[in-house]
């Protein structure tokens, strides 16, 4: 009897022993498909080795025309007239404003009369010279006298160049009373109006060359130094 309770003590440890060594295996199967489900899904690349590689650089400019200019008169005065307004197309040469010129045209009267009387003068001081020359030949006058003449003309003569030059001043200032364009162009802004009282080199117009645009880029002086005369930039 003893020994059939010996008996199936070992077939009961047997069993357990089975039954454990079963039970191993279906818990490690359910811990290796947890793995594998929270594993996170990654994209695989293969390198390429290269020798060089190209990056695009992109800097900030403006398009601007290729000539721009204030306008303004020589002298000082009163604007008497302007011909064009903003966004006006005008050709090189074309009268653009006015200043007022009564001052100016007294002034050319009152050198143009200075003229002639010098030029009287002139004329009338190298006919003395040449009678006065005749009579020290025939010795009726002394040599002293014809100097005299002579340095008469000479004054004269100085006298009528400065008229002459003081004239053509005038006409000089007359000519720049009237504000030309240097440049065929579109005019930007009117700075100016009518009755306006300026002095030498005050803006009464801007105007910028039409037609003709040009791009201002910045960008890095060493950046700068890798571009070449004719290189074609997007």
Request: no cysteine.
């Amino acid at each position: 009897m003893a020994a059939g309770l010996l008996a199936l003590i070992g077939l009961a440890f047997l069993i357990i022993l089975d039954g454990m060594g079963k039970g191993l295996s279906p818990l490690a199967g359910s811990g290796d498909q947890g793995a594998e489900e929270r594993a996170m899904p990654v994209s695989v690349l293969v390198v390429d080795m290269q020798a060089h590689y190209e990056i695009a650089r992109g800097f900030t400019g403006r398009v601007v025309s290729r000539r721009a200019v204030d306008l303004a008169f020589d002298n000082g005065g009163i604007i008497n007239q302007i011909t064009v307004d903003n966004g006006a197309r005008i050709e090189k040469g074309q009268a653009l404003a006015f200043l007022d010129t009564d001052r100016l045209m007294a002034r050319k009267s009152e050198l143009a009369a200075s003229l002639a009387e010098a030029e009287a003068n002139l004329l009338l001081s190298r006919k003395t010279v040449e009678r006065i020359r005749a009579l020290y030949k025939q010795g009726h006058v002394t040599e002293q006298r014809l100097d005299d003449a002579i340095a008469d003309t000479d004054m004269a003569l100085a006298r009528q160049t400065s008229a002459a030059a003081a004239l053509n001043s005038i006409e000089v200032d007359l000519e720049k009373a009237v504000l030309r364009a240097p440049f065929d162009g579109i005019i930007s802004r009117r700075l100016r109006d009518e009755g306006s009282i300026i002095a030498a080199g005050t803006p009464v117009l801007n105007l910028i060359e039409g037609g003709s645009l040009e791009a201002e880029v910045g960008m890095p002086l060493d950046f700068s130094h890798r571009l070449q005369s004719g290189d074609h930039v997007p």
